[in-house]
């Protein structure tokens, strides 16, 4: 047997580090020797962190994808309506009925993007870098609401922006965020124009402070960072030109980030007290490194982490560790998940946060299945649960509080989806699954209430509710 | 849909016990003589709904320049509904405009809560928790009110109910809470929530508290929620509303609810008279309706009212939208009020009135409204509204005369 204490650390590694526990395949005898260890080793990964998945497509053809679609959802509005296909359901909105509709070419490939994040969160050993890209994910999120060509670029932007720098510089995943087409196009600066630049000066068009506003409050500094108005609008300033190079061509490959000189804002621009030269596009480059060297962002992201892996009430001295880290590293974001675990409260402190509807649907799937579900079924569990994938209510992401996720309409949606999970799985004994998926630590209370039950049906949905399963 | 048939046993058993039914009393004063027994309902519209939209001063010389092409007009396409001859309502609100001529709907216009920057997450906060910043508290004042009516009978159902997956800020505290959601799942077998309430009373108290209120309200309002159609933004805020409507009507029900819509951060392609602030508007008027009929006889005892966190910029911005401004308006409908009227201290839209130059000021403070209906409504006293509903307010008088 293992020993008690880094027993229960085991325990701490794959819930509040990881996804949870897959039996038979973790080997839990090696990992209870040294759960710290186990973590800490895939922080040392090289290898890229994207999916393997090679029929994944790039931003730019996801975005002729879609227009060819749209062409030819034109022409079937102009046949006569007998003639005309069905319209395509909402991904986001509308749960698929029996018999399934056949998937729009938008729908295959969000479907695709989001088989190939359940892939590898439900394959990772212990999972906590793809916990990571979750996090970061969800500070910098784009939501699908906006419309079809946010909806399309989630994945890829997840796996072109994000990815590529959970490991890496916060200042590289902000300037890749921002420039992604997806991002400009969810925070509208797609169509914010200098008001003095060429455009703006022959079509009378303006600024939207969107993306700007939510660079500062957001993604660095936070609500309290010590900016004003002023700051907001000079930054939008900055920000104009950029943009997504649009299907006629004229900025470049339709679907990249593209610099639109004749739409940015001619002239200096102050910011936080520093005057930024009119360089064109490496103007808010500029003012986007700055940020992501601030102080404040260090504290606002150290405490956004925190709260997300330890506890909804952030311990202070962690924080003030973690935005140390981040400040003495250039903003490491290797550093900064290395800091977490190396620390000994983010092991001892107890396991109080509740696993939000995406986490939890990640750890029962890792208990009761060698394969993910399917990503239509995914989706659709996570829209009723509140959590639709990639499409948070707002630019502030998904909550990370137990008053979201735990909250009396919140337990009851997942009390009846786990209700429908158990009878899908009522032929797996829930007993057998216990033991190996909690590695030997459910409470004395819980395994009774699943040794008791009338039906291994109802004890599978016992455990799935059972406060050790839900909390991490 | 969902075909719930518990064993009367197993649901008294749920209806009856522990924590859930530590519900406070029904307000003494609701079987007081004249049989008054105020509903009221609060609907958060999250987002910063543009107030110089939604009710357009036709009768300012500067509104129709600064709203540009999306300006509505006395007459013509994008002619607005009359109220008072310098105020207008959007077209896409008639059932509001109805209630109006008939009394029963009013609007405070150049209203803001006391937040003055403009970051959506922090002016809700500011308008749900009632503090005089953000972050402040982790409770709302509706819920805060709720713990200061006056205790009599006990009823079966809790005071308040928050439609929606999470609990708005603005119903979380002490007083206990429950709520629902529009949801299509089975109905699982009753005896498995009895277990696991079980399970969590050994183990968990905080999740038992929860899933029992969880449970509890499901079942009153599950009836309503089998009427789904594809009727877009409309019905979205219509079933919650209809849902709502059905349980606080109910003679032992709760008497407070609060909702919340989102989507009102319109930044682009606002729309003018037709457009996506349109639709939303008559989302909204469709979930006021629906509380007038499903609240049916007690109707005329009850106050729904609409907030924002803030307004708009009073110009049009470079994308056909308003970016994050400050003063706004709040709607306020149902038989309980004196209606038919606009009340605004209107500051105008010239260069020199706007707030910061670019913001509708705001005259009127959010809370004096609020203060207003809490007062002459539930017969809270100015002194209890000033210490515990919405702190360090003394200085704003609660609003006189919007009750009938």
């Known amino acids: 047997m293992i020993g008690a204490s880094s027993n229960a650390e085991l325990l701490v590694a794959f819930h509040r580090f990881g996804w949870g526990i897959r039996p038979g395949v973790n080997d839990l005898r090696a990992i209870g020797n040294d759960p710290r260890g186990f973590v800490a080793a895939e922080l040392a990964r090289t290898s890229p962190l994207a999916p393997t998945d090679s029929g994944l497509q790039s931003s730019p053809e996801l975005i002729v994808v879609l227009e060819a679609q749209r062409e030819r959802e034109k022409q079937a509005r102009a046949t006569p309506p007998s003639m005309a296909a069905p319209p395509a359901a909402d991904l986001t909105g509308n749960r698929a009925k029996p018999p399934p509709t056949p998937l729009t070419p938008l729908q295959q490939r969000v479907h695709a993007e989001a088989q190939a994040r359940l892939q590898l969160a439900h394959k990772s050993g212990c999972g906590f870098v793809e916990r990571l890209v979750t996090f970061w994910s969800n500070h910098f999120c784009v939501a699908a609401s906006r419309g079809q060509q946010v909806q399309i670029l989630a994945g890829a932007y997840e796996r072109e922006a994000i990815r590529p720098h959970v490991l890496g510089k916060l200042g590289g995943m902000l300037k890749a965020a921002e420039q992604h087409p997806a991002m400009l196009l969810y925070l509208e600066n797609q169509g914010s124009i200098g008001p003095n630049s060429q455009i703006g000066l022959k079509r009378k068009r303006g600024l939207n402070e969107n993306l700007a506003r939510e660079i500062l409050e957001l993604h660095t500094l936070g609500v309290g960072g010590g900016y004003t108005q002023a700051d907001v609008t000079s930054l939008a300033r900055m920000l104009t030109g950029w943009a997504m190079a649009g299907m006629d061509g004229r900025l470049g490959k339709p679907g990249l980030f593209a610099y639109d000189a004749a739409a940015h804002e001619p002239g200096a621009q102050v910011m936080l007290g520093k005057t930024y030269a009119d360089v064109g596009r490496g103007q808010a480059e500029k003012a986007l490194q700055d940020l992501a060297r601030k102080p404040a962002t260090a504290t606002h992201i150290a405490t956004k982490f925190v709260r997300h892996f330890v506890a909804d009430a952030a311990p202070p001295a962690l924080v003030a560790r973690l935005a140390k880290t981040l400040r003495e590293t250039d903003g490491d974001l290797r550093s900064l998940a290395a800091a977490l675990i190396a620390s000994d409260e983010a092991w001892k402190a107890p396991l109080t946060k509740i696993r939000s509807p995406y986490e939890f649907w990640i750890a029962a799937g890792r208990l009761l299945n060698p394969e993910p579900e399917p990503a239509r079924h995914t989706i659709n569990v996570l829209n009723q649960m509140g959590q639709p994938l990639w499409n948070p209510p707002g630019p502030d992401g998904f909550a990370d509080t137990n008053a979201a996720w735990a909250n009396p309409n919140a337990l009851k949606t997942r009390f009846d989806m786990v209700s429908n999970l158990a009878r899908a799985h009522r032929a797996r004994d829930p007993r057998e699954l216990l033991e190996q998926g909690f590695a030997g630590l459910a409470s004395s209370a819980t395994r009774t209430a699943v040794a008791r039950a009338e039906s291994s049906q109802q004890g599978l949905a016992l455990l799935l509710m059972s406060p050790e399963f839900l909390r991490r | ?404």
Not at chain 2, 79 to 85: F, I, K, Q, Y
Not at chain 2, 229 to 256: F, V
Not at chain 2, 257 to 280: I, M, P, V, Y
Not at chain 2, 282 to 301: I, N, P, Q, S
Request: proline share 7%; with cysteine.
């Open chain 2, 1 to 404: 849909m969902n075909e719930f048939a518990p064993r009367p046993s197993r649901r008294a058993l749920l209806v009856s016990g522990g924590a859930l039914f530590a519900w406070p009393h029904i307000p003494a004063f609701a079987h007081a003589a004249g049989g008054r027994d105020p509903r009221l309902v609060v609907m958060v519209l999250r987002g910063a709904m543009d107030g110089l939209a939604a009710a357009p001063p036709l009768g300012d010389p500067q509104y129709a320049g600064l709203h540009g092409a999306l300006a509505l007009t006395r007459s013509g396409p994008a002619a607005a509904l009359a109220l008072d001859g310098f105020f207008g309502l959007h077209p896409a609100m008639p059932q509001f405009a109805r209630m109006y001529r008939e009394k029963r709907a009013l609007l405070v216009h150049a209203v803001a809560t006391p937040y003055r920057a403009r970051s959506h997450f922090d002016g809700q906060d500011v308008l749900e928790s009632g503090q005089a910043g953000p972050g402040l508290v982790q409770t709302g004042w509706l819920n805060r009110a709720v713990g200061l009516l006056p205790p009599g009978q006990r009823v079966a159902p809790p005071k308040g109910l928050a439609v929606g997956v999470v609990t708005p800020l603005i119903l979380r505290g002490a007083a206990p809470v429950a709520g629902w959601r529009p949801a299509g799942n089975h109905e699982p077998h009753d005896d498995l929530a009895t277990r696991l309430a079980d399970l969590y009373a050994q183990s968990d108290k905080a999740l038992e508290t929860s899933l029992r209120q969880g449970l509890a309200l499901d079942v009153i309002a599950r009836r309503e929620t089998s009427a789904l159609s594809k009727d877009g933004t409309d019905l979205a805020m219509r079933l919650p509303a209809r849902g709502a409507a059905k349980l606080i009507a109910t003679a032992d029900g709760p008497r407070i609810a609060a909702l919340s819509f989102n989507g009102w951060d319109t930044h682009s392609n606002e729309g003018g008279a037709k457009g996506r602030l349109g639709q939303l508007l008559a989302g909204l008027d469709g979930a006021f309706e629906e509380f007038e009929r499903g609240l049916g006889d007690v109707w005329k005892d009850s106050v729904v009212i609409a907030v924002t966190e803030f307004g708009r910029t009073a110009r049009i911005n470079g994308t056909s939208g308003t970016d994050h401004g400050t003063g706004t308006l709040c709607f306020l409908a149902g038989g309980a009020l004196k209606g038919g009227r606009v009340l605004a201290d209107w500051p105008g839209l010239g260069e020199a009135q706007l707030f910061e130059r670019r913001d509708l000021a705001p005259t009127t403070d959010l809370r004096a409204v609020l203060k207003g209906v809490l007062e002459g409504h539930l017969g809270l006293s100015p002194a209890a509204l000033s210490k515990t509903v919405f702190p360090g307010s003394d200085a704003v008088r609660p609003m006189k005369g919007l009750l009938a």
